[in-house]
């Protein structure tokens, strides 16, 4: 069964440093997304991303995150001076048109777990 | 309103019971509308999409009150495998799913 994937599963990293969180799509899928969890509490929506561009962004997805398709393949998520607040599961997902397209079933990848003390 | 507000939990049932879990949102425009299922420090995964008609899945059966903008899920003959929290989800449009709370389910022998 076609999954999405998330490498790091696990990053720990300095307050300040910029940590790249990287995502592989189900292949034949058109839009994608980054959501978090901080520990302990619900699931947000970050950005989704669709014909190379944000579709739609939450007020959290401010100036330090930015996401890339940078080929065919991956969809990345750049944090830029991360701070503590940070840390979270950040869960990458992708939707394809044959299940609804952006409306339809969301398929998340087992997340990045990102730490930053 | 919350966006999404979910029964808060935790639901502690025996085998074999009867659980419903109740959900609203706030957006009247919202398009789709689903329960994914998480289990611990886990991702998120589809439980069911949930129609305006009402539709059933083996042992889960969702309703959809657009008018109230009220969703629910039940489960019949609960398994010990049901264990997990239970995320009302709503899709605002363009990939925008907004998550409830979620509610945890604990089954119990």
């Known amino acids: 069964e076609p999954e999405v994937t998330q490498t790091p599963s696990h990053q720990v990293t300095q307050m300040g440093q910029e940590v790249i969180l990287r995502c592989v799509p189900i292949s034949n899928h058109l839009y994608f997304y980054w959501y978090r969890q901080i520990l302990g509490q619900k699931v947000e929506f970050l950005v989704s991303?669709?014909?190379?561009?944000?579709?739609?962004k939450s007020e959290i997805f401010d100036d330090q995150f930015s996401v890339e398709r940078p080929d065919g393949s991956n969809f990345t998520l750049k944090i830029r001076s991360t701070k503590l607040e940070d840390s979270a599961m950040y869960f990458c997902?992708?939707?394809?048109?044959?299940?609804?397209?952006?409306?339809?079933?969301?398929?998340f990848g087992e997340g990045s777990r990102l730490t930053v003390l | 309103r919350k966006e999404v507000e979910q029964d808060p939990g935790p639901f502690n049932v025996p085998e074999g019971a009867t659980v419903a879990f109740n959900c609203t949102y706030s957006n009247s425009a919202s398009q789709s509308f689903f329960w994914y299922r998480q289990d611990c420090r886990k991702e998120p995964k589809l439980l069911m999409s949930?129609?305006?008609s009402g539709n059933e899945d083996g042992r889960f059966t969702a309703q959809l009150n657009r008018a109230s903008q009220y969703i629910s899920l039940l489960i019949r003959d609960s398994k010990l495998s049901d264990s997990a929290t239970y995320l009302c989800?709503?899709?605002?449009?363009?990939?925008?799913?907004?998550f409830g709370q979620g509610t945890e389910l604990s089954v119990k022998p």
């Open positions: 991303f669709y014909n190379n561009e944000i579709s739609e």
């Open positions: 997902a992708s939707s394809g048109p044959s299940a609804g397209g952006p409306t339809g079933e969301l398929f």
């Open positions: 989800v709503v899709n605002y449009g363009r990939g925008k799913l907004i």
């Open positions: 949930v129609y305006s």
